[in-house]
C-alpha cells in the first residue's frame, strides 16, 4: 500500500511514523509512506498557505492553490491516483470497519486541514471523502491522519501474525470489546488471576474469554452490541451475547 500525507506540520508525524508497528510495516515493505508540506507548494514570497475568509469572520482558510498543488502533484508520482481523503471533524466517523475497507486500497492520500477550514473548492474538486476521527476538535489534521494511519497499517497483510490478523478481522465484523488479560505472576498485591487460566482447559478457558468480551460489550458499549445485531450473520461472542439479550 502506498499513503501520502499532506500537511503544514511534517514534524509532527516525524517521530510516529518511525515507531512500533507502522515502522516495521514501513520496513518490511507492506506499506510506504511519505509525507508532503503543502507549504512548499506556496510561490507567494512569504510561503503563505491561508487567507481572510470573503464576507469576513474570524480565523483564516486555507488557500486553494498550494494546496490544489499539492494534491495534484502527489497524485500524479504514481499510476494509481488513490483515494484522497479530508481530515475534518465534519467527515463521516472513522471506525474499524472503515479501516479494514481503508485497508484494501492500493492508495490512501490523507490531507490534513487547518486554520478555520480549506477553501470549499477544494472540498468539492479535490476530495473523495472526509473523514472524522471522533467529536472533537483538533488544531489541525494531523493527528487524525496518523490514528487512521496506524488502524489501517496494522490490518496490512503480513504486518501482524497470522493469528491475530484473524482476529481483527472477526473484530472488524463484530466490533466487539476485548476481555481482561493477565500474565505473570499469579498474584500480585493480593490481586489473583482468575483461576479458570491457570487449568489448561483450552475450551473452557475460550468460553470464559466469549463471555467476558460480551459482557465487558455489554456493560460498556451497548451500541456495539446493537450494531452487531444488525450485522446477524456473523457467528461470535458478541452476536451469542445479543441473541441471549433478546
Ligand atoms: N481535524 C480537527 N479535528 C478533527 C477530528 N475530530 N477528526 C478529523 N480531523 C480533525
Not at 481530515?87 to 485497508?103: H, I, M, N, R, W
Not at 489534521?141 to 504486518?159: E, K, N, Q, S, Y
Amino acid at each position: 500500500m502506498k499513503i501520502d500525507v499532506l500537511t503544514l506540520f511534517p514534524e509532527m508525524l516525524a517521530g510516529p511514523l518511525q515507531a512500533s508497528i507502522v515502522s516495521r510495516a514501513q520496513r518490511g515493505g507492506q506499506v510506504r509512506i511519505d509525507v508532503h508540506d503543502i507549504r512548499d507548494y506556496a510561490r507567494a514570497k512569504h510561503r503563505t498557505v491561508d487567507d481572510r475568509p470573503f464576507g469576513g469572520g474570524p480565523g483564516m482558510v486555507m488557500k486553494c492553490e498550494p494546496l490544489v498543488e499539492c494534491i495534484e502533484s502527489v497524485q500524479t508520482r504514481e499510476a494509481v491516483r488513490g483515494r484522497v481523503v479530508y481530515l475534518t471533524p465534519e467527515g463521516v466517523k472513522f471506525d474499524q470497519a472503515k479501516a479494514l475497507a481503508y485497508s484494501r486500497l492500493e492508495r490512501l492520500i490523507f490531507v490534513s486541514g487547518h486554520y478555520e477550514g480549506v477553501d470549499e473548492r477544494v472540498r468539492e474538486g479535490w476530495i473523495d471523502e472526509e473523514l472524522s476521527i471522533g467529536d472533537y476538535v483538533l488544531s489541525n489534521g494531523t493527528i487524525a491522519a496518523l490514528i487512521v494511519i496506524d488502524a489501517v497499517v496494522r490490518l496490512l497483510p503480513g504486518v501482524l501474525g497470522n493469528e491475530a490478523s484473524a482476529q481483527m478481522d472477526s473484530f472488524g465484523a463484530d466490533a466487539l470489546l476485548e476481555g481482561p488479560q493477565y500474565t505473570r505472576p499469579e498474584e500480585f498485591r493480593g490481586r489473583k488471576v482468575p483461576e479458570i487460566l491457570l487449568t489448561g482447559h483450552h475450551a473452557a478457558i475460550s468460553a470464559w474469554r466469549k463471555e467476558q468480551a460480551a459482557r465487558r460489550t455489554s456493560e460498556r458499549r451497548k451500541d456495539l452490541l446493537e450494531k452487531s445485531k444488525n450485522i446477524g450473520s456473523v457467528k461470535s461472542p458478541l452476536n451469542a451475547a445479543a441473541n441471549d439479550q433478546q
